[in-house]
């Protein structure tokens, strides 16, 4: 039990400290295509802990993508 705690709570610690450069390199991304694929990947990092978060950051990439007509793939 305790063992489960302690890989859980690594586990987090890394996911925020990945949550957090995610986040400072959108605040100085310029390119709306690398706008779109930051969100939506903080969108799959925070859909376990977050799901109100993880809505928010899909429903940007998806308006952004479509405003600048952004077709992954």
């Not at 990945?18 to 400072?24: A, F, Q």
């Not at 899909?58 to 600048?68: D, H, P, Q």
Request: charged share 25%; hydrophobic share 40%.
């Amino acid at each position: 039990m305790i063992l489960f705690f302690l890989i859980k709570t690594t586990i987090t610690f890394c996911s925020e400290k990945e949550i957090d450069s995610l986040l400072n390199l959108l605040e100085t991304e310029n390119h709306d295509t690398d706008k779109v694929k930051l969100y939506t990947t903080l969108s799959w990092k925070y859909q376990n802990t977050n799901p109100d978060s993880a809505k928010s950051y899909a429903m940007r990439a998806v308006i952004l993508a479509e405003k600048i007509d952004f077709k992954h793939g």
